[in-house]
């Protein structure tokens, strides 16, 4: 097929030239042609790319990189063999310094566009250890080759076709040597493989998660069945084999869907979890605790807000969504008394032994939705820390916010869209000040990039 004139009407299928001038939030390069735009994974700024049509609409199009024509001065060579296939990363083509860049222009980008900023206070990236092998946790779906062979990896990009892998470069690599060997014991034993179309077979997921700073391992199966034949025994062959491993877990998941993990998991020899260093405190991280993937760069991130919140030691501090206590903890220990809110009653179980290992007594946690606790709260923080997933703080939290005006707030965001979105409603009336909006790079080789924006009350 001979390539399309961008004048004339666009077909699904066709051929284009295209020069990429920009990287999105999902990671896809911008191309345009024309005044028209079409996405294209696997480019970078300053590529001119031949691109194929697979998705079209009347002002834009979404591409499939066919042929590199001229390779951008920001493209290298992958670290990983299956990078132009596996669906983990996004960016291990660009250079990683343009990796901080772009994050930070997304940063900005959002910040004025959607909440209407102009030039909004945003710190250079914080970049801390390293752009490979940062990942303290790795979970990978298990599936068969059509050999029959146990595989697991990622799955292709906007697919389920699984891409099998024996090492990963951003996982943290003392946990490469599991990999290759755990898929070879799981075949010798024979466990099926779940199969989610037909909702048959049990092996979901293999789940690993190490100590960054103590070196422990936790190694969680997730499956339909908690029986696996001779498991019992394969778990302690796998403690005796691997000195750093602490303990063997069972996740049991029956639900058909995306959802990883349950509430129920089993241990079957060892340990039910490992103990990590953060900040100079102890945690205890089950299977399915929640905690930053990237330990150096959180620790990182809490530096910059300890410097910025300034703390003097008489505040009441409420720390919205606070998981395991991650940071509410080591802010505990700067302030008069701290509260956590959480919503999953395990992370609160869990927040509350971290603070018994750590000997902190001047925090408590309580269980329920923020939008719900916040408001009745019998006391009145001087420092809010939000901490929401992805999709932001509700309408009922920013409204509470505004109704208590804590004297500062600080919130930590995976998301730049949902960030600008809420720090804009907060905002807005004037009563609140943005004052520092630090970017961090807790996911290299992605697009993904987290914040932590500063707002004091005027």
């Known amino acids: 097929m001979q390539l399309e004139n961008f004048s004339n009407i666009w077909q699904q299928g066709d051929l284009v030239e295209v020069d990429i001038v920009d990287l999105n939030d999902r990671g896809d390069g911008v191309g345009r042609n024309q005044g028209r735009v079409v996405f294209v994974p696997d480019t970078v700024t300053g590529d001119k790319v031949k691109v194929r049509l697979v998705r079209v609409k009347p002002k834009y199009a979404h591409g499939k990189l066919e042929e590199i024509l001229e390779p951008s001065e920001q493209r290298i060579r992958p670290q990983c063999i299956v990078a132009d296939k596996c669906g983990g990363c996004q960016w291990q083509h660009v250079d990683y310094g343009y990796q901080q860049v772009a994050k930070q222009d997304q940063v900005v980008q959002a910040l004025e566009r959607i909440a209407g900023f102009s030039n909004p206070p945003v710190a250079p990236i914080l970049t801390a250890g390293k ?13 068969r080759s059509a050999t029959g062979n146990v595989q697991a990896g990622y799955y292709r990009q906007g697919t389920h076709q ?73 778990a302690e062959a796998w403690l005796e084999r691997y000195p750093e491993l602490v303990g063997v877990c069972v996740n049991v998941n029956r639900d058909r869907g995306n959802v990883i993990f349950t509430q129920v998991t089993h241990c079957i020899a060892g340990k039910s979890h490992l103990t990590e260093k ?6 205890q991280l089950r299977s399915e605790t929640f905690f930053q993937v990237n330990t150096q760069s959180a620790e990182a991130l809490l530096e910059v807000i300890v410097k910025q919140l300034d703390l003097q030691g008489d505040e009441t501090l409420v720390d919205a969504y606070c998981g395991i206590g991650t ?57 809010v820390l939000l901490d929401p997933p992805r999709k932001g703080c509700s309408p009922e939290v920013i409204e509470t916010l505004l109704d208590i005006e804590p004297r ?33 790079d807790f996911f290299p080789q992605t697009a993904h990039v987290e914040c932590s924006a500063f707002l004091k009350l005027v």
């Open 327 to 383: 940071f509410t903890l080591p802010l505990a220990k700067r302030v008069k008394s701290a509260i956590g809110l959480e919503v999953q009653d395990t992370s609160i179980e869990q927040a509350e032994q971290n603070a018994r290992i750590n000997d902190i007594t001047n925090v408590s946690f309580q269980f329920g939705s923020v939008e719900k606790l916040l408001p009745y709260l019998d006391v009145d923080p001087d420092i």
């Open 408 to 440: 500062q707030i600080v919130y930590i965001s995976c998301k730049p869209a949902t960030l600008a979105r809420d720090l804009k409603l907060l905002c807005a009336s004037g009563r609140y000040e943005l004052t520092l909006v630090q970017p961090a």
């Open 162 to 234: 699984l891409i099998n892998l024996n090492a990963c470069p951003v996982q943290d690599d003392r946990l490469d040597p599991l990999l290759a060997e755990i898929k070879q014991d799981i075949e010798k034993r024979g466990w099926s493989i779940y199969n989610e179309e037909r909702h048959q077979g049990k092996l979901r997921h293999l789940a690993i998660r190490i100590g960054q700073q103590t070196g422990e391992i936790l190694l969680t199966l997730i499956s339909t069945h908690r029986d696996l034949d001779g498991l019992e025994e394969q």
């Open 131 to 143: 752009p490979l092998s940062y990942r303290n946790k790795v979970t990978y779906p298990l599936g």
């Open 278 to 283: 953060f900040a100079g405190l102890s945690y």
